[in-house]
Every structure is written in structure tokens, then in C-alpha cells.
């Protein structure tokens, strides 16, 4: 059982080039999450998916765009990077959105722009 | 606005107990939340409150008291590998999660 896998690892990107940010689940979990976490801010909410076929947009969308066209796959795309998006991107998943259901998190992507 | 607040960092004894608070201001309250995040690996959850009171589930309590918008873990007999992050947060009206900064806690033997 993988839980929610991200793919890459780490990577650096010049600045204005496209990436996708790839997070699957095995869980059958109806709600995904993209965050970011940068050093001394809380996680930040990107992009959510309550329920396959549907996203919307979080604290700091800009720049960021998703698509849900499956349960299990929830990708993350910079349409042109910028520095500023630097930071660890970790893909979440839970049962539901409402409820006490936790969110169970990938092992993130670090992403560096340069 | 929205808004979670934790001590940056904390310093206890290997064996000790420490307390660390989280208070919150946000738009709707559906829980909250306590998760652990060990340095270069991905958060992991450790508690949910929704009603007043204290949860107990292990070495690892839980305190919440809405009408104070404040929670706190407590953490009894300390380990080493209890040294992390450990992360509050809120859901909110919209079933969002709001997240604090974290405190690192550091223990020392």
C-alpha cells in the first residue's frame, strides 16, 4: 500500500519554464490537496478537489493550475515558473472534506527556481 | 483575518512533559487538528478535537476550549524521537485547513 505518492523528488527549473507536479492516491480518498510549506509560514493551500471532476482555488493560487479528471490522480501545474515558487509542495488526500477525516500527506516535492 | 498562533520553537528534557499552546481567530471553526513533522519529511496526524475537553491517545494529549479559541498538545514522557514540528491547525467554514507556522520542538537529553 503506497498511501499518496509525488513524483519528482526535488528539481530545479529555470525560470518561465512549464512543470507539472504529479501526486497519485491508493486510498480512494474523494478529497485532494496541493500545499506549499515555506520556512516560518504555515502550510498554504494551493489548489483543492473535493470530489473527482471538481477543484478550486485556495489561499495562493496564482500562477498554479490543477485538474481532477480521476479519483486517485491530482496534478499540479506551473504554467511559467517563477522564483517566488520556490518551496516544498506536498500533495494531501482525505475521505471527505467535511468532518474530523485526517488528511494524509506525500512526501513532497522540493521544487527550486532559478 | 485568519489567523493561527504557536510558540516558534521549544526546548524540553528527554523524559520531561511539555505543553505547547496554539491559539486561533478564524472564519467558522469544523475542528482542529494537531500534526507532526519531522525535518525533511511530510507532516502526520497526530490529533482531532471538535468538542471541548481533553484527548488522550497514548503519550500525546489534546486540549480544546472553543469559547477561548485555544487548544494545546501535551506531550508526556518525552523521547528523542519526539523532537519535530508540530503543526496546529483549524478547519474553517469553507472545510479548509488552516495551518500555524509550527513549533520545533527540540529535546535534549
Known amino acids: 500500500i503506497a498511501g499518496i505518492t509525488q513524483a519528482p523528488t526535488s528539481q530545479i527549473l529555470a525560470a518561465g519554464r512549464r512543470m507539472t507536479l504529479r501526486c497519485t492516491q491508493d486510498?480512494?480518498?474523494?478529497?485532494m490537496y496541493w500545499y506549499r510549506q515555506d520556512l516560518g509560514l504555515g502550510l498554504r493551500l494551493i489548489h483543492y478537489s473535493n470530489t473527482a471532476g471538481t477543484t478550486g482555488k485556495g489561499e495562493v493560487p496564482d500562477g498554479y493550475s490543477v485538474s481532477r479528471a480521476n479519483t486517485d490522480d491530482f496534478p499540479l501545474t506551473l504554467a511559467s515558473a517563477v522564483p517566488s515558487q520556490t518551496s516544498v509542495y506536498f500533495c494531501?488526500?482525505?475521505?471527505?472534506?467535511?468532518?474530523?477525516?485526517?488528511?494524509?500527506f506525500g512526501p513532497g516535492t522540493r521544487l527550486t527556481v532559478l | 483575518g485568519q489567523n493561527i498562533d504557536q510558540p516558534t520553537e521549544m526546548t524540553a528534557t528527554e523524559g520531561a512533559i511539555v505543553q505547547i499552546n496554539c491559539t486561533y481567530q478564524?472564519?467558522?471553526?469544523?475542528?482542529l487538528f494537531w500534526y507532526q513533522q519531522h525535518a525533511g519529511e511530510a507532516p502526520t496526524f497526530l490529533s482531532y478535537n471538535v468538542l471541548d475537553g481533553l484527548e488522550e491517545k497514548g503519550r500525546f494529549s489534546s486540549f480544546l476550549s472553543r469559547s477561548k479559541g485555544y487548544s494545546y498538545l501535551l506531550l508526556k514522557e518525552l523521547q528523542m524521537k519526539d523532537s519535530a514540528s508540530y503543526l496546529c491547525a483549524v478547519k474553517d467554514s469553507n472545510y479548509q485547513l488552516i495551518w500555524g507556522a509550527g513549533t520545533k520542538l527540540i529535546i535534549k537529553p
Open positions: 478564524t472564519s467558522g471553526f469544523n475542528g
Open positions: 494531501a488526500s482525505s475521505e471527505e472534506v467535511a468532518g474530523g477525516h485526517e488528511q494524509f
Open positions: 486510498m480512494r480518498h474523494n478529497a
